[in-house]
DNA sequence: TCCTCGTCGATACACTGTATTGAACGATAC
DNA sequence: GTATCGTTCAATACAGTGTATCGACGAGGA
């Protein structure tokens, strides 16, 4: 055995931070918020928290787990608005998911990924399923009204943070983007086998991305709205 | 750095295993159908092809570059059905995009991360904006009406895949899946917080995966069809 | 024949998630 | 007070990842 002075000192625990799954959560989001899903590694969430790899897996199983707890926990930020119009409530629901997404980017990664069941998620789908019964009574044809309009929010919020990203990546504005791909694009437009892309770029106008989430939400309402 | 469509495959020409881009995405795919996406690394893909990992770089720049090639081929497999009517030809194209997830579940996991703009996907691309012109002859109405659909059609995807794989992980069945998660619930629902999640899981039945989603793209289309 | 140059493979690096292991601690039993 | 026990934590280890670097080799040009 090595002599004591080669040993280091025992580490009192006393000093020990202690530790919660509300706080590695935390600490994981902030993460994730300002470097993405890549910044989070279970060394670097310890590293926060200033505690070891390992140490996490007394609070956590596994990876996953840890990332359905934070999609859990950006679902507490979502609520619902009571409204008797059911229109009102749903879009309110839309809005404040797109929010939420827009606030923690990463979301958009995780969302519809995988069924989510967590006591926040569920919270949230009560309450939409709550506004949904108001005019499809039937519990059933709730439950196929929200599912069409959850699967329009979930695709339109993730092509909308992935524009976002794409656009970003290529040095923050559109113009940068247009001449990393432009000449891809022009050389493929030019065999004249895409017309209608090419009236598209050269005639059309873009939207900001709250009016396109918008205009694809009404369209989506009013497609429930006209069912018997 | 130019995008990858731009920049051309090398002709090494050496009396080695010849390869390629398309040999490479080839394998990739062969090992995510059969895997997912975690059996995709260089290593692997290499592997397969007796060539060691740094071979794959001078076909390819990094590995988000082959997961977009390999994006960009499933779209090959996607033909968008030529019909007078606008309904039918975005209908058939919602369908084999559907049919080409569950071939590939992985690329519900990739659709929509980024915008797709290979030449398959700009094919198909082209041939839906062909048929949604027919009916809103402003290109700007048709990418808006396009873009709804899109989402809609990509998040009902990858929340159908999203379940499909929960199902399978817990046990290839319903029955296993509510077992697992099933005390869980119960406790949460016993709270007599979650009424109507309560009456769904009592009162509701299950439409088979092919109805739900043919349900919602009735729905959004009917919205699409209400549009002035 | 020699030289250059592009391509290839081995090695290396910084990381990842997680299994294992052993040590240090608080609480408990005598 | 001392001994023991079970829990909790940190260190180490392992197999795997994407990719940078670099030496070697083989073909094309002089």
Redesign the interface.
């Known amino acids: 055995m090595e002599s004591v002075w080669e040993r280091p000192e025992p580490a009192g625990r006393t000093a020990l931070t202690p530790l919660s799954r509300a706080a590695i959560v935390a600490a994981a989001i902030a993460l994730a918020d300002s470097g993405g899903l890549d910044a989070v590694s279970l060394r670097k969430v310890g590293a926060a928290l200033d505690a070891g790899p390992m140490r996490l897996y007394g609070y956590v199983a596994t990876k996953e787990e840890l990332l359905d707890l934070m999609v859990d926990e950006v679902h507490s930020e979502i609520d619902v608005p009571a409204d008797t119009d059911w229109r009102i409530a749903l879009h309110g629901w839309a809005d404040r998911t797109r929010a939420a997404a827009l606030r923690h980017e990463w979301f958009a ?1 995780l969302l ?4 989510a ?1 967590g ?1 926040h998620a ?2 949230v ?2 309450a939409t ?2 506004a949904a ?1 108001t005019r499809f009574p039937a ?2 044809d ?4 929200l ?2 309009l ?7 919020i ?2 909308e943070i ?2 976002l ?2 656009t970003r990546a290529t040095g923050l504005d559109k113009l940068r983007w247009q001449t ?2 432009g ?3 022009m ?2 437009l030019a065999d004249g ?5 090419e ?2 770029v050269s ?3 873009d ?1 900001d991305p709250a009016t ?1 989430f918008a ?2 939400l ?7 709205a ?2 018997p």
């Open positions: 990664d519809g990924g995988r069924p069941i006591p569920l919270a789908n009560e399923l709550a019964v519990i059933d709730a439950r196929r009204a599912s069409t959850r699967a329009y929010v979930n695709g339109a993730r092509t992935g524009e990203r794409a990393t791909h000449p891809y694009l050389r493929v086998r895409h017309p209608h892309i009236r598209l005639d059309g106008t939207d396109v205009t694809g009404g369209i989506v309402l009013t497609g429930l006209a069912l």
